[in-house]
């Protein structure tokens, strides 16, 4: 409107164009002439005509044929309101109406990409962790936001995925998904030795999209993988402006190593068979999922290595094999049945100190397996000297050099085996057979 606007208004203005040449004649007519292929306006009181020339216009004491000037009126007329209606048709601005975007090309592994994480976006929710606080004046008892993290929907069910460490300590739980709709969650159950949880929420079935699970087994170092989830600062904003729109966000990167092994952040018990990848990790990003380049979940990630809480180029994730055998635990009996000795060992540098290898028994309850068996604990004498416990050196016949060692033999085992236990007792080797137990719930 603004171009068409302007274009009648250059026909009818009464002051003369600066690129134009004016020529005016002392009477009533006025002349406006312009050069080469220009277009000529003759006005008078009563009629004003349009006429377009080749070579020169018409003046003042010559004027044209009534006929022929009639015509350029009408050619000129038409090609105004034609040229007018393309402007009022087309929805531009004055400024790019004549602009041609040409499409963006974007090369096959960036389509790939891009095509991933839209696919993958809607299994993928947002975590808020809610703690019960007393206001110090008031005394009423408010729920505050004290952590956040992502989560990936495991079924149709509405069972969520996460990390342990999202959810501990919460008296509430929120989730919410892509459509940025918000849930009360509840915990089905977590296994704090491998930093897994799940939750559920009771949200339709059209709304819950599972994402799709693969396979840890065969990954390789090298392969690309991808990190979806959501950076700290983007929850933090998004809570205290409801207006702010939840966004997912994607990093890519590649495996750097397998077989790693970290500490679990509730129990200090070591998680085997963890996944390393430069792929950027933010503590936002914790429980959020980690997926090979055809977009399956084999992994969680739950933990960055870096000073500063920044990701550092060193992520950790748990591996989808073991994340699947807990999950199907805590979905059918809510806990994690694993097997234990019922025992507790003395810190590895200890040991080290005294020049073995194995694992000290610190103690060893009567009633836990090892104490039914008869493992010996480390206790002082009437004279308060200490006397040395069992350490133990291997389980059927693997050996156990420090805890990470008994720890990874045990989780290969299940409750109610029965397994031989050698242990070093004084000078001599002594070889127990002992019977795994669950480990108690907590009190």
């Not at 149709?156 to 919460?170: L, M, S």
Request: hydrophobic fraction near 40%; aromatic fraction near 6%; proline fraction near 6%.
């Amino acid at each position: 409107m603004a171009a068409a606007a302007s274009l009648i208004s250059t026909f009818f203005s009464n002051s003369p164009s600066p690129s134009s040449i004016l020529s005016r004649s002392p009477n009533t007519k006025s002349t406006f002439s312009l050069s080469r292929h220009r277009l000529c306006l003759h006005r008078n009181p009563t009629l004003t005509t349009f006429a377009l020339h080749n070579h020169h216009c018409h003046s003042p004491q010559a004027p044209p044929s009534s006929l022929s000037s009639a015509l350029d009126s009408l050619l000129v007329l038409c090609t105004s309101v034609a040229l007018s209606f393309s402007l009022f048709v087309g929805d531009v601005g004055s400024a790019s109406a004549f602009v041609v975007t040409t499409p963006r090309k974007l090369q096959g592994d960036e389509l790939a990409t891009v095509q991933l994480f839209q696919e993958n976006t809607p299994s993928v929710v947002y975590i808020t962790n809610l703690a019960a606080r007393q206001d110090a004046f008031t005394l009423d008892v408010l729920e505050v936001p004290q952590g956040s993290g992502s989560g990936f929907v495991w079924d149709k069910d509405g069972h969520i995925v996460t990390n342990y460490h999202v959810i501990r300590g919460a008296s509430d739980l929120r989730v919410t998904l892509a459509d940025q709709t918000t849930y009360d969650a509840r915990v089905v159950g977590f296994d704090q030795d491998k930093d897994v949880a799940v939750l559920r929420v009771d949200a339709p079935k059209e709304k819950l999209r599972p994402i799709p699970v693969g396979v840890s087994a065969d990954l390789l170092v090298g392969q690309k993988v991808y990190a979806i989830g959501n950076p700290l600062w983007m929850i933090c904003y998004c809570r205290l402006d409801a207006g702010f729109g939840l966004d997912h966000t994607l990093t890519t990167g590649v495996i750097s190593g397998l077989r790693r092994e970290i500490s679990s952040a509730a129990t200090g018990r070591p998680i085997q068979d963890v996944i390393q990848t430069d792929a950027a990790i933010n503590p936002g990003n914790s429980g959020g999922p980690l997926l090979d380049s055809s977009g399956s979940l084999i992994g969680i990630n739950t933990a960055i290595y870096s000073p500063s809480g920044a990701s550092s180029g060193v992520g950790f994730s748990i591996p989808v094999d073991t994340v699947r055998g807990i999950v199907d635990q805590l979905v059918r009996f809510g806990k994690v049945t694993r097997p234990i000795l019922g025992i507790k060992f003395a810190p590895d540098q200890s040991v080290e100190q005294l020049g073995v290898s194995g694992v000290l028994v610190l103690d060893a309850p009567p009633n836990s397996p090892a104490g039914k068996a008869g493992l010996q604990p480390t206790k002082r004498d009437v004279y308060g000297r200490l006397i040395l416990g069992d350490i133990i050196t291997s389980v059927n016949g693997k050996k156990v050099s420090n805890g990470s060692d008994l720890y990874r033999i045990l989780d290969q085992c299940k409750v109610g085996d029965k397994v031989t236990v050698e242990v070093l007792r004084g000078d001599h080797i002594e070889k127990i057979p002992v019977i795994l137990e669950p480990k108690p719930d907590d009190i």
